[in-house]
């Protein structure tokens, strides 16, 4: 096992803050870090295994000399920056949308597709949060089962967009409980035209819409699913996904309301609550008769995948219906990240391939 | 039309309050009316047209000389006092579970199927809150293309489970945003041996479960809908339903992601917006160009379904997605109830058959 100097890019964020924290408790040695974010946020300090770091403003000379360089700044920070990382050796885990679809960049869950790896170039995807908990949640399933029809409904967290997103819930919800009007500024979609109250309602929109009417985060689920899922392509019609992504006001972990069809009909809810059980990363929470399901304030902080409410469609042999619930910023954002790293640490590929150092 | 002695029971709950007012603002003509509660709240007084009444404890004799009574006081309310009332001449609509899946009783959603009015023996049910807005937005598709396979999950309001749960839900929010514990009581069902917190969470349960892993509340979304769509019979398989219900904290107006399948594959999203357009009682709002979508906020006070983010799904011919929004006190109960009587009104029906005045 070597030793890794590592760089955070977006050190200050939601999901950077995190990525640190993971790094701190990670198997992996850590040889020294270096604290990369914009030039409005550069001269914080930041603390790490309780050594005081300041935040640099990302440039290219930054990544000299740097192993790993995991990056959560925004898809144009990584467009930008994660070649310019790579070309001085860094192998860039990258958790924006920037590279997901680029056929040469691995799109990987640790648990689910670590093969994928073997094939990366320098820069390896990290899924969008609300793909990995679905995913992690299927996979077990697909494995024993095989798997067909995909039909989910998201109820995401605020924080998916963010640490001022969760200011502005709590804001907005203080508030509503005054009686004050509220001013939203950021929820659904930071950079779209209108926003609108998120305090005790839901929205139906994350991320921009495309044209068809499906949103930006709703493509997402669908084709990152099948590239993880499907050997890396992105229009496999061997799994069949649709989705549709609301915006609840809770400020940490997604839930999600999954619809499956197995291929195998003799499929049973207890074979597959062994499956979960049994498969790295997630948790089993299913037993109604004592009121226990996945809910998002106990899964806040977990690395885990929790999973419950698994009962057949009573009507369409087959077909089944479970409920998952992960904290968005850690196994669907830092914690995935820290732990593909590991991985490709385990698996002797933590170097960009015909780069010498 | 005649003129009508109504009573409510139930007049100081969150439907109840509900009821008076839609019952004040209805083509109904009322020559008197009656407040009828439990004798906790009785003496309480309550505004009808600008005049006060006072609440009296419902008795069996309440009933005499009422032509309608509106019942929402809980299913053992109504299985105790419906019977009395029906005796005394009273037609009675109810709103609780008590008699929905009374083969005798009509289970009625007037733009749906107001001619199961005629069959009436002195009692109508009031279908569910999810089932009314869920049944709204589709039956327009079922009318114009047929229906096969739903497939829906709920993100219901809080005020379904009375003005306990989201006072609770409040004052839970404000004890969250200042640090303080919070000590549920209430949700996610008052009766059941656990509760948990609702500010900022979800929770995949409403109602009580069933053995098979299903709520009650899913099995209600289940049998009323097949009773309403397919011509009362509640187990028919005509069309096929299956749900997942869950609460959010959001204090008035359920969410329901709603995916189905058509019979005529040739449907389009133009021909699904022009038949909910058409409908009387809908509201088409799905102009994503513009972030125009259904949301419970805005929802609020309103009597129609709000319907929107209609569109295909891209690998399976002829199944839609669609997302309804509507409140859940007036279209999913004391308005849906108001508009039953005054259909029984308009059609000659609002009169116990056989009952000699």
Redesign the interface.
């Known amino acids: 096992m070597s030793e890794y100097n590592v760089a955070i890019v977006g050190a200050t964020g939601a999901v950077g803050t995190r990525m640190i924290q993971m790094l701190a408790e990670s198997s992996l040695k850590v040889k020294s870090v270096k604290m990369l974010a914009s030039a409005r946020t550069a001269g914080t300090k930041i603390k790490f295994k309780g050594q005081d770091y300041t935040v640099e403003e990302t440039t290219p000379n930054s990544f000299e000399g740097i192993d790993l360089a995991l990056f959560s700044a925004g898809g144009s920070v990584s467009k930008q920056f994660a070649p310019e990382a790579v070309k001085r050796g860094a192998v860039v885990v990258d958790n924006t949308s920037a590279f997901r679809m680029d056929p040469e960049v691995p799109l990987v869950v640790p648990e689910v597709n670590a093969e994928a790896l073997n094939a990366h170039k320098g820069i390896i995807a990290n899924p969008n949060c609300s793909t990995i908990q679905m995913v992690m949640s299927l996979e077990p399933i697909r494995e024993r089962y095989g798997l067909g029809?995909i039909?989910v409904?998201t109820?995401q967290a605020v924080s998916g967009a963010g640490n001022r997103a969760i200011q502005e819930t709590?804001d907005q919800?203080?508030a509503v409980?005054d009686g004050n009007p509220v001013n939203p500024e950021i929820l659904?979609v930071a950079g779209?035209?209108?926003h609108?109250?998120q305090a005790?309602?839901?929205?139906?929109?994350i991320d921009v819409?495309e044209d068809?009417?499906?949103?930006h985060e709703e493509w997402k689920m669908?084709h990152e699913t099948k590239k993880i899922m499907c050997e890396g392509d992105m229009n496999s019609?061997a799994i069949?996904?649709?989705a549709?992504c609301?915006r609840?006001?809770?400020?940490i972990a997604h839930?999600e309301?999954v619809?499956f069809e197995v291929l195998d009909k003799s499929a049973t809810?207890e074979g597959i609550h062994e499956a979960i059980r049994n498969f790295d990363g997630d948790i089993l929470e299913d037993d109604?008769?004592?009121?226990i399901?996945?809910?998002?304030?106990n899964a806040v902080g977990k690395r885990e995948t929790f999973v419950?409410?698994?009962?057949p469609?009573?009507?369409?042999k087959g077909?089944f219906?479970l409920?998952n619930?992960s904290d968005n910023l850690l196994k669907g954002a830092a914690w995935n990240s820290v732990e593909i790293a590991e991985y490709l640490d385990k698996m002797d590929l933590l170097y960009v391939p015909g780069f010498i150092k």
């Open positions: 029809r039909i409904t109820l709590m919800s203080q409980i659904p779209d035209k209108k609108y109250q005790f309602n839901v929205l139906p929109q819409f068809d009417g499906y949103t669908i019609d069949q996904v649709t549709t609301s609840v006001p809770v400020p839930s309301s619809y809810v109604p008769a004592n009121q399901y996945p809910q998002p304030i419950g409410r698994v009962r469609d009573l009507e369409n077909s219906h409920w619930v």
